[in-house]
């Protein structure tokens, strides 16, 4: 349903003009279908074939949306897994409160250029019907797609559309009865989500992505030899408004736990992705620069991952290059075929995969040669060892000599000392992060650096980090 146009359509799309106390009891009868963050259904590809056979469509999409994608259940033509919700037609269908019909985007004011891109689908024209649950909410919608204009829909086949959109909704009904037989109290379980004897609970973490209390600071990685700025880590941070700023340490286990993981980690990636467009925006010699996000266990488990990254590229016009993931070894191996294959479409867009923390897993090197990886990243407890003996050193060596082997770059992380910068020197580590060079720092602050000249940083000589 997203698309990826040059220019953002008509103000309405604005996430600012969201009425979140609506939104908020959207997701909760979203919630109760537990449709999120599950495999597509067989059960309504019936609905989809019907739309693609009656409407003649080269692309049918049915798809629920969250706070901030929309999952895709069943596709007919483009096969497409989930994408964003920024942008998307789902949020035209939500501001109208019904049914979209677009039969010329070349003729539509909100369309510039006269065309929209569904992935790789270039699209003339469209229509879409909302799903609604009991309550009458919309949970999410039936969108056909036309690689040509055509005449407007007529009122018969409008109404033919929404009774698909209805047929959806149903099937949602009895899949939800289907399981409150199966398995009585576990939804109010999952709804509820809250921990009440812990800080924060799932509704304190919905009330900060709601007020966009969530701010991201960036840690420099840079060159061992010159000090130049080479890329840059995201990390998240809560600035709440009674208890400052909040680690992530603090409030990631509690999201984790209740599955607000995945919209926290795509406000992230694309907060990243438009924050690369506007450095580059200020500053054109920049295109080289890479920024690095974290992705977590859940959200590298997902199988519609690459479709996801892709969409939010395109939308912030960023070259694949220009991002970098990083996973832990806990999230690769438990299932290695899902990982290959979500490594390899996300290597296909370009996009540099790096593995943090490495050689803390027991399996690191039997696998290693088996990901299709770019980066590591040795773990900051191997880098403070560094001076204390010839075996802690001893492995850091290894490390860095079997990336190279491997024709990978490393980057070590934690550096605080002197020392251990100019060991990973000499050992041919050749970048490296860490309060030597500067904290997690704030955007404005991470601007004033990437405006010195080559982007080199101070000489740490003195001992004294950059921070806020």
């Not at 596709?75 to 049914?99: K, T």
């Not at 696998?367 to 010839?390: A, N, Q, W």
């Not at 060991?423 to 650096?449: I, K, W, Y």
Request: hydrophobic fraction near 40%; charged fraction near 25%; glycine fraction near 8%.
């Amino acid at each position: 349903m997203p698309w990826s146009p040059e220019k953002m359509p008509s103000a309405e799309l604005q996430t600012g003009s969201i009425d979140w106390p609506q939104e908020d009891a959207r997701l909760t009868a979203l919630a109760a279908t537990e449709i999120l963050d599950t495999e597509p259904e067989p059960s309504f590809d019936a609905i989809t074939r019907l739309s693609a056979a009656y409407f003649h469509a080269d692309t049918v999409l049915l798809g629920f949306a969250d706070a901030s994608r929309i999952w895709i259940k069943s596709y007919w033509g483009e096969a497409v897994r989930e994408l964003p919700r920024s942008r998307s037609i789902f949020e035209m269908v939500l501001a109208e409160d019904g049914p979209v019909v677009v039969p010329d985007i070349s003729k539509h004011p909100d369309f510039e250029g006269g065309r929209m891109t569904l992935r790789r689908l270039d699209v003339a024209s469209f229509a879409s019907a909302p799903v609604r649950s009991s309550c009458g909410r919309i949970l999410g919608a039936l969108t056909i797609f036309g690689c040509q204009p055509r005449r407007a829909m007529a009122l018969d086949e409008l109404r033919m559309l929404e009774s698909l959109a209805d047929m959806a909704a149903s099937q949602l009904e009895l899949r939800q009865l289907r399981n409150s037989m199966a398995a009585p109290g576990v939804r109010q379980t999952r709804i509820e989500g809250e921990i009440p004897e812990k800080w924060p609970r799932e509704a304190d973490l919905r009330h900060a992505l709601e007020q966009r209390e969530f701010v991201l600071y960036y840690q420099p990685e840079v060159d061992l030899a010159t000090l130049r700025i080479v890329g840059l880590e995201a990390l998240i941070r809560w600035s709440h408004p009674q208890r400052g700023l909040v680690q992530p340490m603090d409030f990631i286990p509690i999201a984790e736990e209740c599955g607000l993981i995945l919209p926290i980690g795509d406000w992230g990636l694309s907060e990243v992705c438009k924050q690369i467009k506007r450095w580059c925006v200020d500053n054109p010699t920049l295109q080289s620069l890479r920024v690095c996000v974290n992705l977590s266990a859940r959200q590298f488990a997902r199988a519609g991952l690459a479709d996801h990254v892709e969409a939010l590229l395109r939308q912030s016009d960023v070259s694949g290059r220009q991002l970098g993931l990083e996973m832990t070894e806990s999230s690769l191996i438990p299932n290695m075929g899902t990982a290959l294959e979500v490594l390899g479409s996300l290597r296909r867009l370009g996009v540099s995969l790096l593995m943090d923390d490495f050689g803390t897993g027991y399996s690191s090197l039997s696998y290693l040669h088996s990901f299709p990886l770019d980066v590591l990243k040795i773990d900051r407890s191997f880098v403070g060892r560094m001076t204390e003996g010839e075996q802690p050193l001893q492995i850091v060596r290894t490390i860095i000599e079997l990336a190279r082997v491997l024709g990978m770059d490393v980057v070590a992380e934690g550096i605080e000392t002197r020392e251990q910068y100019h060991l990973l020197r000499d050992l041919g580590c050749r970048f490296g992060q860490g309060f030597l060079f500067a904290r997690p720092l704030p955007v404005e602050t991470v601007n004033v650096l990437l405006r010195l000249p080559g982007c080199v940083l101070p000489d740490p000589g003195a001992g004294m980090a950059l921070s806020a």
